[in-house]
């Protein structure tokens, strides 16, 4: 279950918002329920308070004025609807970059010595199926390694991984909750 710990404001206005639905919630709820609340992806009529309102239109807002997205509009035979394609490429050779590398040249095979950031990435890579994306431009020796270890470490057991603590088990109950 999901405890707040603190409500101070982070900045970030979809993120202070979901702190706001989980301070107000009068149970704790389960992180599966919460990324099915903040997706849109559920239909509880009694939860509908709970849900964040144009969560991807809002992102890619942000990103867009960011600079890492573009805003245009595409025809799709009968209809226009707006995408966001990629605006700076850098930007993504960098996140790639960081993740082949945390994965090839920095690897420490234990979870617990990963950096924070680093593990959530490749725990949401593999949550939206783009893993294989990451290191499609590796030779191939180094895609196979790069997908073993993070198959790996994937593979591993939520459960034992966030009790051994450092302040990752929010990554592994997300890991958990997409595995299920």
Same mark, same amino acid.
């Given at each position: ?63 867009? $004025? /960011?600079?890492? !997205?573009?805003?245009?509009? =595409?025809?799709?035979? @009968? ?5 966001? %394609?990629?605006?700076?490429?850098? $930007? /993504?050779?960098? !996140?790639?970059?960081?993740? =082949?590398?945390?994965? @090839? ?5 234990? %979870? ?8 959530? !990435? ?59």
């Amino acid at each position: 279950q999901v405890l707040l710990k603190s409500d101070a404001p982070t900045g970030d206005v979809l993120l202070d918002e979901t702190l706001r639905h989980i301070k107000a919630t009068e149970t704790a709820e389960t992180v599966q329920t919460w990324i099915e609340l903040l997706t849109g992806e559920t239909w509880n009529p009694f939860k509908l308070q709970y849900q964040l309102r144009n969560v991807r239109e809002r992102l890619a807002k942000a990103l867009v $004025e /960011k600079g890492i !997205l573009t805003t245009e509009k =595409q025809n799709f035979l @009968l209809f226009d609807m707006t995408t966001h %394609p990629v605006s700076n490429a850098s $930007e /993504k050779q960098r !996140l790639l970059k960081k993740l =082949q590398e945390s994965v @090839l040249e920095r690897w420490v095979n234990e %979870p617990q010595r990963m950096e924070r950031r680093t593990l959530a !990435l490749l725990v949401l890579a593999h949550a939206s199926d783009v893993l294989e994306n990451v290191f499609s431009s590796l030779a191939d020796d180094k895609y196979d390694v790069a997908m073993n270890r993070t198959k790996d470490l994937l593979d591993m057991d939520p459960e034992v991984e966030a009790a051994k603590g450092r302040g990752t088990e929010m990554i592994w109950a997300v890991l958990a909750a997409f595995n299920k």
